[in-house]
C-alpha cells in the first residue's frame, strides 16, 4: 500500500506507539516537525530522513 504524503515526517501508525526511552511519556512534534519532545521531561530526540532517533540523552552525545 503506497504511503500517503503528508506534513508529518513519521507515518502515522509509528507516531502512535512512540514514547520517551528514559520515562516513557508520550512524545510530541516539535514546533518545526524536526524532532519529537517527551511531555514529561522535555528532552528532544531527532529525526533524521524521516527516522526518529529515540536513544536516551547520554547515548546521543556519543554519536
Do not use: F, H, N, W
Request: proline share 13%.
Amino acid at each position: 500500500m503506497p504511503r500517503k504524503e503528508t506534513s508529518d515526517p513519521i507515518p502515522k501508525d509509528l507516531y502512535d506507539i512512540l514514547a520517551c526511552p528514559v520515562d516513557k511519556a508520550d512524545v510530541k512534534y516539535t514546533k518545526d516537525k524536526t524532532g519529537l519532545q517527551c511531555q514529561k521531561c522535555k528532552y528532544v530526540y531527532p529525526i533524521k530522513e524521516g527516522i526518529p532517533i529515540m536513544l536516551p540523552p547520554q547515548m546521543q552525545e556519543k554519536q
